[in-house]
């Protein structure tokens, strides 16, 4: 039950894009299309950006996008807007009915 | 509308005991997996424990395997998490979360209460 890892911070400007990565092993991320994403603002709850790998919410823009790759998911966020400042979290199925988060990504738009 | 609203949780010293609760509306509670993920001050999520919704399986993050308890009470729409042998790394908020189970495996948290504050302090 390690967590999974993420950068701990990335920066853009205004307009441009940005991608945070989540780096699990085979065990998690590797082996189940079952990653998801959050965003979370200070004092606030955690919200969801993308489940199973590649799928938004209703009401989630279609800037946010994710992908995965081996045992790396990954969170595109493209024409960054000032309100996607905040932290973002990964979360993986790892077995046996348990789950694992990634140790989170400030994001700071410039 | 969904709803999740958490209760319970307070100031509490080293080895004492707590228990939270949370209240689910505006869906069928007897329908879904539910979950505690929890957040220590400045620090990332981390789930904490599972239960199915007919409350015949849980599961728990190894560091409070024999300490906390996941339970639920279907006639009342609540969740519940005890905690036991409370420790000060079991400071954090601790957040209801509703999963969305996608068979035979939990899938994400697809909605999150506001959280209650669970401080372990002498």
């Known amino acids: 039950q390690s967590a999974l890892t993420q950068p701990a911070s990335v920066s853009g400007s205004p307009g441009q894009s940005i991608t945070i990565s989540c780096t699990g092993t085979?065990?998690?991320?590797?082996?189940?299309?079952?990653v998801s994403w959050f965003q979370q603002h200070p004092g606030k709850a955690p919200k969801l950006m993308i489940f199973e790998v590649t799928k938004r919410p209703s009401g989630v823009s279609n800037r946010f996008s994710g992908s995965k790759s081996g045992n790396t998911a990954s969170l595109t966020i493209s024409g960054l807007q000032a309100e996607d400042e905040g932290d973002y979290y990964c979360?993986?199925?790892?077995?046996?009915?348990?789950?694992?988060f990634g140790g989170g990504t400030k994001l700071t738009v410039l | 509308e969904v709803q999740l609203v958490e209760s319970g949780g307070g100031l509490v010293q080293p080895g004492g005991s707590l228990r939270l609760s949370c209240a689910a509306s505006?869906?069928?509670?007897?329908?879904?997996?539910m979950s505690w993920v929890r957040q220590a001050p400045g620090k990332g999520l981390e789930w904490v424990a599972n239960?199915?919704?007919?409350?015949?399986?849980?599961y728990y993050v190894d560091s409070v395997k024999g300490r906390f308890s996941i339970s639920r009470d279907n006639s009342r729409n609540s969740l519940y998490l005890q905690m036991n042998s409370l420790r000060g790394e079991d400071t954090a908020v601790y957040y209801c979360?509703?999963?969305?189970?996608?068979?035979?495996?939990?899938?994400?948290?697809?909605?999150w209460g506001q959280g209650t504050l669970v401080t372990v302090s002498s």
């Open positions: 239960i199915n919704h007919d409350a015949s399986d849980k």
């Open positions: 085979s065990s998690d991320v590797g082996s189940y299309e079952l």
């Open positions: 979360a509703r999963v969305y189970w996608i068979e035979p495996r939990p899938g994400h948290f697809d909605y």
């Open positions: 505006g869906f069928t509670f007897t329908s879904f997996s």
């Open positions: 979360c993986s199925y790892a077995g046996s009915s348990t789950l694992v």
